[in-house]
């Protein structure tokens, strides 16, 4: 091969290294904020008393539980599921327990959705993950704009005090399961550009595979199956092959093809 030619190999093959390197740091740092969803959701510790309040206590989306007195020694009652929508003390909450559930399942989704590498288009499962962690993004953001439109119920005012109010805690605290539900969004938005990122580029680096030498014979660089499957190419012993370039809908006829 032209030196350029052997340049553009070396190229073609670290891409395809970083590329995947890149591409498994996403998956794991997916199905971690999928945890993190996860406990998110199911955890009672959004916002919970402090010293001065005049009830102990803590609250989730749904689950929630309060006691007595202020003493921390006083038994806890617990309230509240997610099936039993009734027992959830306030509407907000029971809006934001729904965005928070979508985002969950969206982001589930997104990693079932990675079993599709094997079988289809990269840049298209990219994508189509991209989309869904945006959505969860904006599913959370949902989540926690309206979570605090709750806080005038009045168990929670009980807990709290009578200077609680609508994105108002009074004597209460945020506790980490809120905090975490926050870090969430910007780790979703994250993920969903790197994945838009590793989809365009894929799409890119493939409309650059097929080079030229300096007679204007095409050469493939890319193994002929990655190559068939990739750029969606018919070819017959290599004696000549349409490309179609699924991005520009580009249609190249190479009458010769060395692999």
Same mark, same amino acid.
Request: hydrophobic residues 40%; proline residues 3%.
């Given at each position: ?37 996860? #406990? ?22 749904? *689950? ?14 617990? #309230? ?17 327990? #729904? ?158 093809? *060395?692999?």
């Amino acid at each position: 091969m032209l030196p350029s030619q052997e340049a553009s190999k070396i190229y073609h093959d670290n891409y395809m290294r970083n590329s995947r390197a890149i591409g498994v740091l996403w998956a794991i740092f997916t199905i971690c904020f999928a945890i993190v969803n996860v #406990v998110v959701f199911i955890q009672p510790y959004w916002i919970g008393d402090s010293v001065n309040t005049p009830q102990a206590g803590y609250f989730g989306l749904f *689950h929630y539980c309060v006691g007595t007195g202020p003493s921390p020694s006083r038994e806890l009652t617990c #309230v509240g599921s997610f099936s039993d929508f009734s027992s959830i003390p306030s509407g907000a909450f029971k809006a934001a327990s #729904v965005f928070v559930l979508l985002s969950m399942v969206l982001i589930l989704s997104c990693i079932a959705c990675m079993a599709l590498f094997f079988f289809c288009n990269t840049s298209t499962v990219y994508k189509t993950c991209a989309w869904m962690q945006l959505l969860c993004g904006v599913c959370l953001v949902l989540g926690c704009m309206i979570f605090p439109d709750g806080w005038d119920a009045e168990v929670i005012r009980d807990m709290c005090g009578e200077q609680t109010g609508k994105y108002s805690l009074g004597d209460c605290s945020v506790r980490w399961a809120y905090m975490l539900a926050i870090m969430g969004i910007l780790d979703a938005l994250i993920l969903s550009f790197l994945a838009f990122v590793l989809g365009n580029r894929q799409t890119d680096f493939y409309l650059d595979d097929l080079q030229t030498d300096n007679k204007g014979n095409y050469y493939c660089y890319t193994y002929r199956s990655q190559t068939a499957r990739q750029l969606n190419a018919n070819y017959n012993n290599c004696g000549k092959i349409t490309v179609q370039f699924e991005k520009k809908k580009k249609m190249i006829s190479i009458d010769k093809c *060395h692999w």
